[in-house]
């Protein structure tokens, strides 16, 4: 690059959450954020500011977490992508680096999948308890997913809340898809939306679970979900077994990112 011109990076972040205290900058702990950011900065020789898609919170886990930062770096996204890994530690990494346009945001996201992961077996395996929660008692997955059908849709989930006192301009969101699928002793539940309050799939997964063992009527999620009802009825499951897997935006962002031409379309 000759003449230098401020550049819109867009990241591509995977991070095991387990030991960060969660995606956004706060003073004296572990961050994603900070982590990356001091990274990035050393690459580029300049202060950095990243966007993301997503403020994960502590525990969470990402596998295509979308970030973007500006710079008047010329450096090739290949030699960045190369030189930011070579700082980081090993439980975050960045799997992409595209030339993004100018007006691109990652936190203007169409649509977002989270995924959440449950070990079913009696004894829990040591080698992925980090990424999921042992859940050993029997549940009924036939009316889980008649349960999640009630929490498809666009739908006021101010009954969802973990924290009543936080202020929305709306508490109405937008989930497409909830999808449980079996194998083994492991049931993964993605979850497929527009945007999500705080901590509302871990919360959905938690209703979800209350049903499938019993602690919850199927028909009383409707009430459940929309606020109806005064009081909770079910936990929200720990953050561990969470992991946000994509991000989705408009075709025209994506195009010059070196992202496919025509980004999924969220399941209906």
């Known amino acids: 690059m000759t003449d230098q011109a401020q550049r819109n990076i867009r990241l591509t972040v995977a991070y095991d959450g387990t ?3 969660g995606w956004q900058s706060q003073a004296g702990t572990r961050t994603v954020q900070g982590v990356l950011e001091t990274a990035v900065s050393r690459v580029v020789c300049e202060h950095v500011s990243l966007a993301a898609a997503s403020r994960t919170d502590a525990g969470v886990h990402a596998r295509g977490q979308v970030a973007n930062f500006h ?5 090739a996204t290949d030699h960045l992508l190369r030189g930011i890994n070579s700082l980081l530690p090993e439980d975050v990494v960045v799997t992409r680096v595209d030339e993004a346009e100018p007006g691109f945001s990652s936190r ?5 999948q989270y995924q959440y992961r449950m070990w079913r077996a009696q004894i829990d395996d040591p080698f992925i308890r980090r990424h999921h929660l042992h859940s050993p008692r029997p549940m009924d997955i036939g009316l889980m997913r008649q349960a999640a059908q009630f929490m498809t849709g ?6 969802l809340q973990v924290n009543p006192g936080k202020v929305y301009d709306s508490t109405v969101r ?3 898809a909830i999808e449980l699928r079996e194998e083994g002793s492991a049931l993964t539940i993605d979850v497929f939306g527009t945007a999500f309050l705080y901590k509302q799939v871990r919360s959905m997964v938690g209703m979800l679970r209350a049903v499938g063992r019993g602690y919850v009527r199927l028909e009383q999620v409707p009430a459940l979900v929309s606020g109806a009802e005064p009081k909770r009825r079910s936990d929200v499951v720990p953050p561990h077994g969470l992991t ?3 991000v989705y935006y408009r075709t025209e962002d994506a195009r010059h990112q070196g992202a496919r031409d025509e980004v999924p379309q969220l399941p209906v």
């Open 19 to 21: 030991d960060f205290h």
């Open 71 to 75: 710079t008047m770096t010329g450096i």
């Open 154 to 159: 666009t739908l006021d989930f101010r009954g």
């Open 244 to 246: 946000l897997m994509e």
């Open 174 to 176: 937008t989930v497409s």
């Open 108 to 112: 203007r996201a169409t649509g977002k």
